[in-house]
């Protein structure tokens, strides 16, 4: 008889590598000190820069509100109903936006630096105590200019293209009109920032990985090109939109609850304002904001450490040779 042919495959040494949600959350677990900390820190930092800009934007504009007083009571001195023109507001709103968003990604950069190398220390088996390897301050100068880089890439073609509708389709023009309504012309340019908005989006999932490349170490243009070419390959867009879809989702719907339930301050703000100041605008309005940014800041709180932790672990992933493709 002859001898049987062992065909069971030689041991290799080397245990599976754990999926992408598994690593998430062992991260987190080892690292939960460090990212909890980081996550106080760039948060309440954030809210309380928030706050005084705000507070400082309102004062810039007292005299908007003040107008807008005056005018209520003179509509009401001479009995004719007054509705007040916000135009003036939402200049002021659309000018001081990018003060905002420059904050919010300065503090999403720092955050997301944090929940990289944490990554990259667990990878890399860094014991858990030495946290030497993640307080790498030297790392967020790269992220912050790949979300520099990455904004540059991503937006000027959907405002340009809104601009572009708005100027030949908007409802504000007067006759004779660029393009007439009806028209394939005027339907193309109308449809044309959804189209651009579509092809940002791409784009944004596209470089979803560069920040936690350049947290790795690379460049800002190289970590933009690993992110490109770790997506577009036959696995990585599908599991960079698998990944992206429920923590969107997740994120927007803790912005939404929180929102919801920090609506009693609106009132209290407003009656408090109101009293202080005596003016009925200025105390409307800051309610309104109020709530909102209660609920951005928990929901950054809640959602993003998780959230860039487990893109980390995507690119860690996706750029390891010893993973299969459809890793989990």
Do not use: K
């Amino acid at each position: 008889m002859p001898p049987q042919t062992d065909r069971t495959a030689p041991p290799t040494g080397a245990s599976p590598e754990p999926g992408v949600t598994a690593t998430t959350f062992a991260v987190l677990r080892r690292h939960r000190g460090t990212v909890a900390g980081a996550t106080v820190r760039v948060v309440s930092l954030c809210g309380l820069v928030s706050l005084l800009m705000t507070a400082t934007i309102f004062a810039l504009a007292w005299p908007v509100f003040t107008h807008m007083r005056n005018q209520r009571i003179w509509y009401h001195h001479v009995e004719d109903p007054y509705l007040h023109d916000h135009t003036d507001l939402g200049l002021v709103a659309l000018w001081t936006l990018p003060l905002f968003l420059v904050l919010l990604g300065t503090g999403s950069a720092a955050l997301q630096t944090v929940c990289s190398r944490v990554v990259a220390a667990g990878t890399q088996g860094h014991p858990q105590g030495d946290e030497s390897s993640v307080a790498d301050p030297g790392r967020l100068r790269p992220v912050l200019a790949v979300y520099a880089l990455r904004g540059l890439i991503v937006w000027p073609l959907p405002l340009l293209t809104a601009v572009v509708a708005d100027r030949f389709t908007g409802y504000q023009l007067d006759t004779p009109q660029p393009l007439e309504r009806g028209t394939w012309p005027h339907t193309l340019v109308q449809a044309s920032p959804a189209a651009a908005v579509a092809v940002a989006v791409l784009l944004r999932l596209a470089l979803a990985l560069a920040p936690a490349a350049a947290a790795a170490g690379l460049g800002p243009r190289a970590a933009l090109r690993r992110s490109w070419s770790l997506t577009w390959t036959r696995y990585g867009f599908a599991r960079v939109l698998a990944l992206a879809l429920p923590l969107a989702a997740l994120t927007a719907g803790t912005v939404r609850l929180v929102t919801e339930l920090a609506l009693p301050l609106r009132p209290l703000l407003r009656a408090h304002l109101e009293q202080a100041t005596g003016n009925f605008f200025a105390a409307y309005y800051a309610g309104i904001l109020a709530p909102v940014l209660v609920g951005i800041l928990v929901a950054a709180a809640v959602t993003l450490p998780l959230t860039f932790t487990a893109f980390a672990a995507l690119h860690d992933h996706l750029r390891s040779p010893r993973t299969p493709p459809m890793a989990a």
